[in-house]
């Protein structure tokens, strides 16, 4: 059984920058890509990126281009998305999540932007 757990969260200015994390705990040998997406209240579910398993192949949503990285560490099994100039409207939970039938995510970080 999977299991995610999302880390980095905080409260920040509009321009700050955060760092969250995602520790992805899996039985050897499982390949897959993982993302992150956001849920922000009252708004619907936005997927925020997704990386491969080899880490060439990203996509991200139009409203974070330039702005948030996502990267993947597979030795230490962990996907880090990189946010600077952060907005107002990127406050949201953030959750990682396996690409994978049947998906799975974790419990959520807090992220609040203050403009």
């Known amino acids: 059984q999977v299991q995610l757990v999302e880390s980095g969260g905080g409260s920040v200015q509009a321009g700050e920058s955060l760092r969250l994390s995602c520790a992805v705990s899996?039985?050897?040998?499982?390949?897959?890509?993982l993302g992150w997406y956001r849920r922000a209240p009252g708004k619907e579910r936005e997927v925020v990126a997704i990386i491969s398993w080899t880490g060439d192949r990203i996509i991200y949503a139009d409203s974070v281009k330039g702005r948030f990285t996502v990267s993947r560490d597979n030795t230490k099994k962990t996907v880090t998305l990189q946010m600077n100039r952060l907005e107002g409207e990127d406050t949201a939970i953030y959750y990682c999540?396996?690409?994978?039938?049947?998906?799975?995510w974790g419990p959520g970080i807090q992220v609040t932007v203050s403009s």
């Open positions: 899996d039985r050897p040998g499982r390949v897959y890509d």
């Open positions: 999540f396996t690409v994978t039938q049947p998906g799975a």
